[in-house]
DNA sequence: GCGTGTCAACCAACTAGTTGGTTAGACTGT
DNA sequence: ACAGTCTAACCAACTAGTTGGTTGACACGC
């Protein structure tokens, strides 16, 4: 098999190696040497490329946070839905919510990008004018509604019982 | 200064240094000279009580979820009550939290102790028991219900604006 | 002296990160 | 088309430091 040498595809496959390993182990718990190995090439590249080992995971979180933000944008006049949508993307790729939980707890709050900082931002921003609008019911604050939404989204971190449904129905009793 | 030698006080003092670096770095990123050095003995003690840093963190674990399942009764009247005392206790202690999020991150839902399991089966019965009778609504099921109500509890897991009054309110709405 | 608790010193295995050198492939002038 | 040149992707082998875990000697109370 020859050998291509292909900057962009090199990367590419460094970053789903390394989505899988710290999916899987965490920032502490990663291993570069695995994921070099899964990407089939020298743990140098990581270095050249991304930096450092958390360098590449900031990569990693913030190329699948930005995947989530656009795969599902928020829908105010129907948060239930929106929680579902949330939820089925973990299912999916449960990666993100795993990778979403180690950052969390090594991290805390603190260190959360700026593209998931904007897109927070702006999805209180909608919330807010949904409740001006009557859409929503004004008795919880739009940055706690929203917390809500997106809590409920990821029960399937706290329990195997976790269904879509159980998430919309639930959305849908909190609104009521 | 002289030394105590007190075998059930340095595995005290070693449980709660433990306890704090596990809570912080995970079972991967803790490391166990620093437990041993904040407990103030030599690291050769944890294998000695312990057995190895794995079964200090399953040790530390299995004392903390049954400080809390015997600290917070379930109240199957009053779900709303329940959820706020669990989340008073999780702000009590954060580290409670954390060690939990890690040991379902690097262990997946599989991996719960038995002291867990069966508490759980009772509260669920609890559950059960109150909405034949009643006094809660029978439109979700008792597993997915207890579920919802303990998910609701560690909302500061997930967002930094988690408030105990924002989390009795939601789980009495969800209840309405 | 004896059993128990303690620890400094130690080790093999592993870790993130570096480096010197190699080579595929694109570009050049002819 | 084609030999010569250059750039950048690539990697085996290495470094320096860290890791979980062990052990033999020592300290203490009886």
Redesign the pocket.
């Known amino acids: 098999m020859?050998?291509?040498?292909?900057?962009e595809?090199?990367k590419a496959k460094l970053l789903e190696a390394a989505l899988a390993e710290f999916a899987k182990h965490g920032i502490a718990g990663?291993?570069?040497?695995r994921i070099a190995a899964k990407a089939?090439?020298?743990?140098?590249?990581i270095?050249?490329y991304f930096g450092?080992?958390?360098d590449l995971f900031d990569e990693v979180l913030r190329i699948q946070i930005a995947r989530v933000v656009e795969a599902v944008p928020i829908t105010p006049d129907d948060l239930p839905g929106y929680a579902g949508r949330l939820f089925d993307v973990y299912q999916q790729q449960p990666e993100l919510l795993s990778l979403a939980g180690y950052h969390r707890l090594e991290n805390g709050f603190e260190a959360i990008s700026k593209a998931e900082g904007d897109a927070h931002t702006e999805k209180v921003a909608a919330v807010a004018e949904a409740q001006r609008s009557g859409v929503l019911p004004q008795d919880f604050d739009a940055e706690e509604l929203l917390a809500l939404v997106v809590h409920m989204s990821i029960l399937a971190f706290s329990t195997p019982v976790a269904t879509r449904e159980l998430v919309v129905r639930a959305v849908a009793r909190l609104l009521s």
Chains 1, 2 share one sequence.
């Open positions: 020859a050998v291509v040498r292909d900057r595809a090199t990663a291993r570069v040497d089939g090439c020298n743990k140098a590249m270095y050249a450092s080992k958390e």
